[in-house]
């Protein structure tokens, strides 16, 4: 993207609030033409080993020597934030939801970088969500904040296609990009006056809930379209899984035959030179690779060689 175009606005007050590494480009892009007077981050939380870390926000901030801020509840503790008398509050997926008194302070107003085409896909986790229902396009959108979740009017937006071989992982870090330069394209209006601004069609709001641990269980009575969509959907986080001898086994990668196998669903019907197949409701999905409880991610041919029992077409995955 041109850059050539944008002001840099000195004198503009702006608290950014975010969390993790999709927000990174967005607030990255913002510091090299705007003034980031504080940024608002989720508290430490410990990671792994029990080490207590630091949100990927506020490594940036840090970086930059920006104000940090870390409010347990936003809903009880934001004065600080109104302290700061920002012009602009800029949000992108800050994790909780803001009081009235926060979104009323900006005299530019509240506004969110939201991984979706709204009203399509409100809520925490549309990247995921967006593959896993087999969406075939996506995007950004910029808009005002309000009291609901995802519903405030809309400024700005920008779609994308989602291939066949996009995983969450790869369509995160299209969008982050896509969401940063959307922002910046965007802001210039916003500050200025000039910036459209369309109120959603709440008729067609579809909802992306956070991720629940069943959502990441494989169903082979779906269809292998579904189940597809599932398991790149939840990759490279936090994974979709099925249970293997009474163990969890996480599968990364899959594909889908023509082949329509006789048998039970989620019976393995057959050893691949890539993969195990295995039956669903219309067919066959081949899962490639896969992760054991309690080990790396492997190739499904490593994990078959692994097994003491090396015999398993026939066996049921649950």
């Known amino acids: ?30 510091l090299e033409h705007y003034k980031v007077r504080a940024v608002v981050t989720q508290p430490d939380r410990p990671g792994n080993h029990g080490q207590i870390t630091s949100s990927p926000i506020k490594q940036v901030a840090n970086e930059h020597a920006i104000l940090v801020l870390q ?76 009291m609901g979740m995802d519903e405030g009017d809309i400024i700005s937006q920008e779609e994308i296609e989602i291939t066949d071989t996009d995983t969450a992982s790869s369509l995160h870090d299209k969008l982050t990009i896509l969401g940063r330069d959307l922002l910046l394209k965007t802001l210039p209006s916003i500050i200025n006056g000039t910036n459209s601004r369309t109120k959603q069609d709440s008729s067609l709001a579809t909802y992306a809930f956070t991720l629940k641990k069943s959502d990441e269980k494989i169903n082979f009575d779906l269809t292998k379209r579904q189940i597809y969509n599932q398991i790149r959907g939840l990759n490279s986080y936090p994974g979709s899984y099925c249970i293997f001898a009474g163990k969890i086994l996480k599968v990364w990668e899959s594909y889908i035959t023509e082949n329509y196998p006789m048998g039970f669903n989620g019976q393995i019907t057959a050893i691949y030179k ?25 190739s499904a041919i490593d994990f078959i060689n692994g097994l003491r029992d090396k015999d398993i077409v026939g066996k049921v995955l649950e």
């Open 71 to 146: 409010p347990e509840k936003i809903k009880e503790d934001y004065q600080e934030i109104i302290n700061l008398k920002p012009d602009l509050i800029i949000t992108c997926a800050y994790g909780q939801i803001l009081p009235r008194q926060l979104l009323e302070c900006p005299r530019l107003g509240c506004i969110n970088v939201h991984a979706s085409l709204l009203p399509k896909l409100r809520g925490g986790a549309p990247i995921h969500k967006a593959i896993i229902e087999g969406h075939k396009k996506t995007g950004i959108t910029i808009m005002y904040m309000n």
């Open 274 to 298: 890539d993969g195990i197949g295995v039956k669903v409701s219309n067919g066959e999905i081949v899962l490639k690779t896969v992760q054991p409880e309690g080990r790396n991610k492997m």
């Open 1 to 30: 993207m041109d850059y050539s175009n944008i002001t840099i606005e000195k004198d503009l007050q702006i608290v950014f609030m975010g969390t993790p590494v999709f927000a990174v480009p967005v607030l990255e892009g913002l």
